[in-house]
Structures are given as C-alpha cells and as structure tokens.
C-alpha cells in the first residue's frame, strides 16, 4: 500500500514538474513558478500606428467584396410610392457596407418649392437589389432640400444635412440647415436638430472627414459660399468664413491637406475653384477652371470625391473623381473624369450618358469601384429618373482625346 502510494506521490510530482517546464518553455509563467528566474519577455507597450494606420483606421471603407462592375438600376422612377418625382442624390457606404441612396421626394410636381421630403434605400449586396423606399424626413406640405451625408469613421455614426424651406415668407421663421444622425448604418435616424437658423443649401451630395494635418478627424459639410465644421465628433457645429463663391458646391481633401472646393458657376461655362489650407475656416478667392467646363446656362451641380488606394508598402494613395453634365449650353453628356495630379489636369474622362442628364452623386465602393448615383432625363419632368450604377476604377481611365466632350 506504502509503495502505491509513494509510486502516485512521484508520478505526481513529476507530471507538475513536466507542466511547469512546459509552460515556462512557452513563455508562460505560472505561480508554481515564483521561486524560478523568468525567461519570458518583459511586456512592451504597443508600438504607435504609422500615419499610414492611422488613415487607414479612418478611412476603414468596406471592402466591396463580389460587387459586380457595369451593374446599372433604374432606382428611383416617377410615380412610386405616390411621389410625382424625385431628384438630388445623395449616397454614402455605411461602416458595415449599407449602401445607402438619399432623394428628394417630390410629392405634387417636379418643382423645387412645395411638399419635399427625403427617402432612402438601402442596399446590402453592393447595389444588386434594392430595400422599398423609405420616407426619412418630412416638412409638412414645406420642403426638404439638399440631402449632403458624411460618416464619421471614428464612431461610425452617419450625419445627414438638408436645408428646410417654406414657400410662403411668413412661414420661414423655422427655415434653415437641419441635420440628423444614425447609429445603425441607416436602419434609423434621429429626430432632427437646428444647426444653422439661416436659408443656405448644404452640398447636396456629400461631406468630408479629414485625414491629414492637425483637423484630422474633423466633420465638413459643404454649403453655399462656406463650410459647416465640427470637431467633436457633432456635438457642435461652426461656420467658416465665406469664399464668395455661392454655388452649389463639393469638397475633397488633398495629400498635403489643402482642401479643394468644386462650385458650380452661373453663366461663365466653366467650374469655379478655391482652396483652403486652414480646414476649410479660411478660402482663397476662387478662379475658373478651363478643364472642367458646364452649360453657359445657369450650371448644374457636379459630384468629386477622392479615390483612396494603399499600395503594397502601405503608403495610401488618392485620385480625384468628378462627375458632371460636360457640356458648354445644355444640361447632357454626363461625364466621369478622373485626376491623378490633385485637380490640376483630368487626363481621362467616360462618357456615362450622351443623352439629358443632370446632378450626380459619387461614393468608393471597396477598393477597385465607383458607385455612381445621378438623374437621367430632364429632371423637371415626369419621365425624369435616378439611376445606381457601378464602375471599376480601371474603366475610368479611358484616355480623353476631347475635355469638351461637345457632341
């Protein structure tokens, strides 16, 4: 009896020895290793992210996995939902992947004043199939104009603006910039909140976060003749000062931070320019740019966005993307040009739509694809629509033998 018990005694101490020498083998100490000297590591803080990572965190797009290049969807059409119509796109990809389409929803006509509201569809297989509409945001029998959306990739939570409008003068003591936010990829929104208690139009189409520089991390939202900014994630809300260039407008953020604002003109056929190199506080006088030409007609709205790559050593890269009615007297020839020298040339253009065509809207769909939101026909009409389509970034660069596109 002696004997089995010694014999379980050692077979004991010898698998605890075993165990312990395991672990300490692993790296991993245990109490049964207090009285022996250590050879595991001594704990290192992390390493700080690289700019690099830091970019990366904050762009942190969804990675567009089996969208399908050349999709097109006749998304929004005159009539559903009992709406005469809808115009003025606005599209973003939620932090999950949603792919989500803002519209005004004309309820009477097609005219700008009157019963606006703003829809929304979803889309969760890169735009292949479409939720029903949704009704968002509703004025009464007044306007919701303007949808402008931006994410902030720092919390995930989706901001969208628009500018409510009465009609009537004696019923525009409510009037101004709205805004309202979700925390779910769009599934829903919160009520809305005053942030500018004047009549200017935000975007339409989308805002910035920024990458670069002290103000990374800081909200944008494009408006008439300045900018809206927060940098406390939406808590608050400031006004730059003015450019005075007084068109519906578009913002992207260049390598070296230097904002680049996009406007449309009146009557001079050609974009209108300007720069900020403050976060978008201060901006130069804007000039004209002789590549980006628009109808002499009063303009039309155009879409801009950058095109993020990383390369192989992990230094992010960007393209701009912009997108408008490229045409000197009519509102057609909806073109997709794209820059690879911050604005300054737009060596290559597609033709997406020879025929009537007007506002668009743009977002990055992964990392290889354009997502591409705009009216098809003469929006003032009923036969007017508003068509999702897809590009690979490879199909953008067909080289333009005519930046006047004219035909």
């Not at 245990?30 to 050879?39: A, L, N, Q, V």
């Not at 606005?90 to 009477?108: D, K």
């Not at 709205?178 to 929104?189: E, F, I, L």
């Not at 809207?361 to 003032?380: I, M, W």
Request: hydrophobic share 35%; with cysteine.
């Amino acid at each position: 009896m002696k004997r089995k018990t010694v014999f379980l005694f050692l077979l004991s101490m010898l698998l605890m020895w075993t165990g312990c020498a395991q672990s300490a083998e692993n790296g991993n100490v245990t109490e049964e290793t207090s009285g022996m000297e250590s050879t595991a590591e001594p704990a290192t803080e992390e390493p700080e992210p690289t700019e690099s990572e830091k970019q990366l965190a904050l762009l942190s797009f969804p990675t567009g996995e089996g969208t399908v290049g050349a999709l097109q969807v006749d998304l929004y059409v005159c009539g559903e939902a009992g709406y005469a119509g809808f115009r003025i796109p606005s599209l973003c990809v939620a932090p999950n992947g949603t792919l989500l389409a803002f519209a005004e929803g004309r309820v009477g006509d097609m005219d700008d004043w009157g019963d606006i509201d703003l829809v929304v569809k979803r889309s969760t297989d890169n735009g292949r199939t479409w939720s029903e509409l949704e009704m968002i945001w509703d004025y009464g029998t007044e306007s919701v104009s303007n949808p402008t959306v931006v994410t902030d990739r720092t919390n995930g939570r989706i901001w969208l603006f628009a500018v409510l409008n009465s009609e009537a003068e004696a019923d525009r003591a409510r009037d101004g910039v709205y805004c309202k936010y979700s925390d779910d990829n769009g599934a829903t929104w919160s009520e809305e909140r005053l942030i500018l208690n004047e009549r200017n139009w935000p975007g339409p189409g989308n805002g910035i976060q920024l990458l670069y520089g002290e103000e990374v991390g800081r909200l944008i939202i494009p408006c008439r003749n300045f900018v809206l900014f927060s940098d406390d994630h939406g808590e608050t809300w400031k006004k730059s000062a003015s450019n005075n260039s007084g068109g519906e407008t578009t913002i992207v953020e260049l390598p070296d931070g230097t904002l680049m604002r996009n406007d449309r003109g009146t009557s001079e056929g050609q974009r209108r320019i300007s720069y900020s190199t403050s976060g978008g506080m201060f901006w130069q006088n804007y000039q004209n740019h002789p590549l980006l030409i628009e109808s002499n007609n009063n303009g039309c709205q155009a879409s801009q966005i950058c095109f993020y790559r990383f390369e192989e050593d992990g230094t992010l890269t960007q393209s701009l993307i912009f997108c408008n009615p490229a045409h000197p007297t009519r509102r057609v020839n909806l073109t997709v040009r794209v820059s690879e020298d911050n604005g300054e040339t737009y060596p290559y253009a597609l033709l997406i739509d020879y025929l009537t065509s007007a506002y668009s809207a743009l977002a990055q769909l992964g990392t290889d694809h354009v997502a591409l939101l705009y009216e098809q026909g003469n929006s003032f009409t009923e036969q007017a629509k508003i068509v999702f389509r897809v590009l690979t970034y490879q199909e953008l660069l067909v080289q333009a033998d005519n930046h006047g596109l004219e035909g």
